[in-house]
């Protein structure tokens, strides 16, 4: 079965200090790895999509990268404005396109 | 860039009325949309994939009759919740995807059943 472990729950940074999140994830093949920014009740909002193990992709203070196992987004001296959730999805390949999301990192940023 | 429009974005019903979430993609066509549903500090759960002119494809646990999907245009895709009960109450969210692996969501609809 396709799952996607985000870790951790919640973390909470002061402005400036940089840090990563996790997904790890298991699938029986990957087309596609996703992360998501979701701010409280609200839709997701895209960020990235990674394909391929050493794949690495940056916006703004944001890089995430992936390998064959899990994928990271790295926060470089966060902002408050950066506080959401954080999701990752996995897509298998297959002909669905289905997304299979962890349950996020709510990230906290204080000034 | 892509835009997904979602109405209501929150609504209250009483148990036993249906409820009709409608997700539009509004600078662009989507010959596929998806409907998700996400209880409180839970993962995003695809319940069904809408195809535009033809049948949905329901994800397995997600009752067909209960939630009703129709696609019948390029840009509008509506779920209804029927005989809606309490345990019904979450945030419902439509994707649509404009070029190929990219999915652009609505801003969601918390309903609430009382």
């Known amino acids: 079965e396709d799952q996607v472990t985000q870790s951790p729950e919640a973390l909470r940074l002061q402005e400036g200090e940089s840090s990563s999140l996790n997904c790890s994830y298991t699938?029986?093949?990957?087309?596609?790895l996703f992360w998501y920014r979701q701010d409280p009740g609200k839709g997701p909002e895209f960020l990235f999509t990674?394909?391929?193990a050493g794949e690495e992709k940056e916006k703004e203070r944001l890089k995430a990268t992936l390998t064959k196992k899990e994928s990271f987004l790295h926060i470089t001296a966060p902002k408050p404005e950066d506080s959401a959730t954080y999701l990752c999805a996995v897509q298998p390949k297959g002909g669905s396109e289905k997304l299979v999301f962890g349950k996020g990192t709510k990230l906290t940023v204080n000034p | 860039g892509a835009v997904v429009s979602q109405h209501p974005s929150r609504v209250i019903c009483k148990s036993g009325t249906s409820v009709k979430i409608e997700c539009r993609s509004l600078?662009?066509?989507?010959?596929?949309m998806f409907w998700y549903r996400q209880f409180p500090k839970q993962s995003l759960m695809l319940m069904a994939t809408?195809?535009?002119?033809?049948?949905?494809?329901?994800e397995q646990g997600v009752e067909k009759d209960k939630f009703l999907i129709n696609h019948a245009s390029l840009t509008l895709s509506t779920l209804t919740v029927t005989s809606a009960h309490p345990e019904d109450s979450s945030f419902y969210i439509c994707?649509?995807?404009?070029?190929?692996?990219?999915?652009?969501f609505g801003s969601g609809t918390r309903l609430t059943v009382v």
């Open positions: 990674l394909y391929s």
């Open positions: 809408s195809n535009e002119g033809s049948k949905a494809t329901y």
């Open positions: 600078d662009f066509q989507a010959t596929t």
């Open positions: 994707s649509a995807s404009q070029e190929l692996w990219v999915y652009t």
């Open positions: 699938v029986s093949g990957l087309r596609g």
